[in-house]
């Protein structure tokens, strides 16, 4: 048991807040939670060192041995494919504990990818990083399930990422899609969703909770083919679907560090308002008329529909407060989008009130929840704004002055209230 | 009882798993042992593969052909037909975008790289542009060719391809009548 949990435990019967019965069956209850808990460090070395042996099998074949014949790197392609495979079966079979099957599942992960990398040397087969790395994947894709493997799952997030990436961004030639790419997603999302649904508290549910939402974060912009303004709009409404998924109870009665879909969403949104709040986006969708009929155009409107079917959802099960503006930015944004106004001030206008009332609405939840990181939060995303509005505004370098100065102030001060305002909190409820 | 479920599941994918390489494998074998075989004049240079590690990749002299048709996308599909010059080498015969059924020369799948307007020349992306190598070797590869052109002309470094059905296995690349792996040996041993 956790010692600082004995010692308050100590304290409280030496307090007299709880019997001595008491006290030694919360004891006996921590005590049978930890027997059946895995030993978790345990589960951790053993997939530490599959990972480390399948990587170092995957570079020792990488060196390409010219003396050997090419029956004798044939066998060393299948090798460790096999010994995987006997160690997976041998898991399942017996039914073995996680540790076996998280350490075993890894290597065999390593083993697939080590094999076919050699046989692409003996027949200096060509082939892109990515096309590899797609056959890789599938092939390992139903181990996640079969063995119920964590690190599976995230190897398999990792590597569908590192694969979208390799197809789809590129420098030199014209950019392609990696429409297998939803494949992978659609392989890894049923895994999240039994995780969320079985141990929405474990520190690994967390884990996917930020990687999932980075993955398709990072790869959003491979579906950009031509019309870069179409980009912004599908990240405006990605992020809009994480805020609106990471404000359901779900994620939301949770610990902040764990929602990665609350923070990543929030983020990403403030970035795309404080990024179109200057007039560039504007002055080309002035001058460019849009193709409907395009592929970032439906990109963009699935992942608007998906966003605005979380938001009605949410609406339906009464979850939202409804003075945060923050849910509904993905649907203010495409309209302004979509209807351009012809000129660039009066998008530019409602963008830059968007992110004020955003970063004025966060202030509030922040006192209201007494909460210093989410106070710092919103004041933070109005000095960005007065910053940015630096750039293209002409003001006397005085004026700029005061108002950093003012500003500072207000940091200084709303803290402070804050602080004063939770110190007398404190004592009422002493008293 | 589950668990042998799971299990028999396993086996299949374990049987995907081999399949795959081993496939890989018996593709590649069945064209080195009955696919006709071209020598490509070639030029390599060395990066290298994360995963797969050093190779030396290969650029080729006969990959443009001429035509009047102007009209080719870039990474679109093709199929090249190969002759033989009159030293041996290959060269495009003729390029399409179809099968062509009663042509009887050997062809492969390549993939279009771009379309000259002004010299009226398609030019092609073979698809064995990778010769892979032992990671010391790989640079010293590329430094043997470079000196090895530099007193001499492109007509002793090639690649030794084997082609049946429009599918290319890259066999060997040869510098003056010796494979580059035992050649690069030489050069390092006599340095």
């Known amino acids: 048991m956790n010692s600082k949990i004995q010692s308050e435990i100590k304290e409280l019967v030496e307090q007299q807040v709880i019997s001595e019965g008491i006290a030694s069956k919360i004891e006996a209850y921590y005590q049978s939670k930890k027997d059946n808990a895995p030993n978790r460090l345990f589960t951790v070395f053993g997939v530490l060192g599959a990972l480390l042996v399948g990587l170092g099998i995957i570079l020792i074949l990488a060196h390409n041995w010219d003396d050997f014949s090419r029956s004798m790197k044939t066998f060393f392609a299948f090798f460790p494919l096999v010994i995987g495979h006997g160690f997976v079966g041998f898991s399942i079979l017996k039914n073995k504990t996680k540790v076996w099957k998280e350490a075993s599942g890894t290597f ?57 990436t390799d197809y789809g961004y590129s420098f030199l030639s014209s950019s392609n899609t990696p429409w297998f790419y939803i494949l992978l997603l659609a392989l890894a999302v049923p895994y999240c969703l039994q995780l969320l649904k079985n141990n929405i508290d474990a520190n690994i549910t967390s884990i996917f909770n930020w990687l999932l939402p980075l993955s398709l974060i990072i790869v959003l912009g491979t579906f950009i083919v031509k019309i870069g303004e179409f980009g912004v709009l599908m990240y405006v409404c990605l992020f809009g679907l994480f805020y609106n998924i990471g404000k359901m ?81 993905f649907v203010i944004f495409s309209v302004i989008f979509f209807i351009g106004f012809g000129n660039k001030f009066i998008p530019l206008t409602i963008i830059n009130l968007l992110i004020l009332i955003i970063a004025l609405i966060t202030i509030k939840i922040g006192a209201d929840k007494f909460h210093f990181g989410i106070l710092n939060y919103g004041l933070l995303i109005i000095a960005i704004l007065i910053v940015c509005r630096f750039f293209d505004t002409d003001m006397s370098f005085v004026l700029r002055g005061l108002l950093f100065v003012g500003f500072g102030l207000g940091f200084f001060l709303a803290n402070y209230l804050m602080l004063k305002k939770q110190k007398e909190r404190k004592l009422n409820v002493k008293n | 009882m589950k668990s042998l479920y799971i ?98 020369k050997d062809f492969l799948e390549v993939k279009v790289d771009r379309y000259d307007n002004y010299s009226n020349k398609l030019n092609i992306e073979y698809p064995f542009n990778r010769y892979y190598m032992e990671e010391t070797k790989a640079y010293d590869a590329e430094v043997a060719v470079r000196e090895n052109l530099r007193d001499s002309v492109l007509t002793n470094v090639y690649a030794l391809v084997h082609i049946k059905n429009g599918v290319s296995v890259l066999k060997d690349v040869i510098i003056n009548d010796m494979s580059i792996k035992d050649y690069v040996k030489r050069e390092l041993e006599s340095n």
């Not at chain 2, 650029?59 to 679109?76: H, K, L, P, V």
């Open chain 2, 7 to 104: 299990f028999i599941i396993f086996l299949i994918v374990a049987a995907a798993q081999l399949f795959v390489p081993a496939q890989m494998i018996l593709n590649r074998e069945d064209v080195l042992k009955t696919g006709m075989v071209f020598k490509f004049k070639t030029r390599p240079i060395d990066p290298e593969d994360p995963f797969r590690g050093k190779y030396i990749s290969l650029g080729f002299e006969a990959t443009s052909y001429n035509t009047m048709d102007s009209i080719w996308e870039r990474n679109q599909k093709v199929y090249a037909y190969l002759d033989i010059d009159s030293l041996g080498f290959a060269k495009i015969d003729k390029v399409s975008r179809e099968l062509l059924i009663d042509d009887d």
């Open chain 1, 108 to 164: 065999l992960f390593f083993a697939v990818g080590s094999s076919m990398s050699l046989i692409s040397q003996i027949y200096n087969i060509p082939g892109s990083v990515s096309s590899f790395l797609l056959t890789w994947i599938l092939l390992c894709a139903p181990l996640i399930y079969l063995l119920k493997s964590h690190m599976l799952a995230i190897l398999h997030i990792l590597f569908m990422t590192y694969y979208a």
């Open chain 1, 249 to 329: 109870p779900l994620f939301d009665n949770r610990k902040l560090r764990r929602n990665g879909y609350l923070i990543l969403g929030s983020l990403g949104t403030i970035y795309m308002l404080i990024i179109t709040s200057f007039d560039w986006l504007w002055k080309d969708r002035i001058k460019n008329t849009l193709d409907i009929n395009s592929q970032e155009f439906y990109v963009s409107l699935v992942l608007f529909l998906m966003a605005f079917g979380v938001l009605v959802y949410s609406y339906s099960k009464s979850w939202i407060k409804r003075y945060n503006l923050s849910h509904y930015i």
